[in-house]
């Protein structure tokens, strides 16, 4: 597996709490992602770094923020935790070093499983 | 909104037969990769191929891609027990921000031993 960790790997929480998951990674791989898989919907991309401080927002990011200050940490902030948020939530990391401007292979991290009461 | 989607959606099969999937998507890609996620695990890349190509190998895995009919497909051969898993395709859409897949709902293949 890539040096991909995320934290917590299970989570219960309560409604209205904010909830922060961590993704860290020993790859120095320059871009980042937070994904969230329900059933039904594959995998739906939340927010993403391109780089230190550098974060854009992905299809599905109302409700989350994500912080990077360090190339090797991409924080998911839940903000006010609601059941819909209730899912499995991914980080990857791509080194986007190609010569090509495409997106490259993705590598996953193990998951986080939250659920919210 | 996904841009890719997988058919079937489930498939089950005996082990030794090959097992075909497939995916469509709709605007135009700069390269498709297939991913397979085991139960409860993170997803894992199994193979890219590029706009300007139309068939790849690895192993017992045969991707094809049909520009002109946005659609792909992944053969596996010779399909063994190990290999039940969800399978997604995502793809790199040309013209849009660099460096971001969108992926479709996959295909849960299940094999019989």
């Known amino acids: 597996d890539a040096g991909i960790t995320q934290s917590p790997r299970h989570k219960v929480t309560e409604t209205g709490t904010p909830v922060t998951l961590r993704c860290h990674q020993t790859e120095n791989h320059r871009y980042m992602y937070w994904y969230r898989q329900d059933p039904g919907h594959g995998l739906r991309l939340i927010h993403y770094s391109y780089g230190v401080k550098d974060t854009d927002k992905g299809e599905v990011s109302d409700g989350y923020s994500v912080s990077r200050s360090k190339t090797e940490d991409f924080l998911l902030t839940l903000e006010s935790a609601t059941s819909s948020q209730t899912s499995v939530y991914f980080c990857?990391?791509?080194?986007?070093?190609?010569?090509?401007?495409?997106?490259?292979?993705?590598?996953f991290g193990p998951g986080t499983r939250l659920t919210v009461l | 909104s996904q841009q890719g989607e997988e058919d079937p959606q489930a498939l089950s099969i005996q082990e030794g037969e090959n097992a075909t999937m497939n995916c469509s998507y709709k605007?135009?890609?700069?390269?498709l990769q297939w991913y397979r996620q085991n139960s409860g695990r993170g997803l894992v890349h199994l193979i890219l191929?590029?706009?300007?190509?139309r068939e790849k190998h690895s192993g017992r895995l045969r991707v094809t891609l049909d520009t002109s009919k946005k659609s792909s497909s992944l053969l596996i051969t010779a399909s063994r027990a190990a290999d039940t898993a969800s399978y997604f395709c995502?793809?790199?859409?040309?013209?849009?921000?660099?460096?971001?897949?969108?992926f479709g709902k996959g295909t849960l293949l299940t094999v019989n031993p």
């Open positions: 995502a793809t790199s859409n040309s013209g849009g921000s660099n460096y971001k897949l969108t």
């Open positions: 191929i590029r706009s300007n190509e």
């Open positions: 990857a990391i791509t080194s986007g070093t190609g010569s090509r401007a495409e997106a490259d292979t993705q590598y």
């Open positions: 605007t135009s890609i700069n390269n």
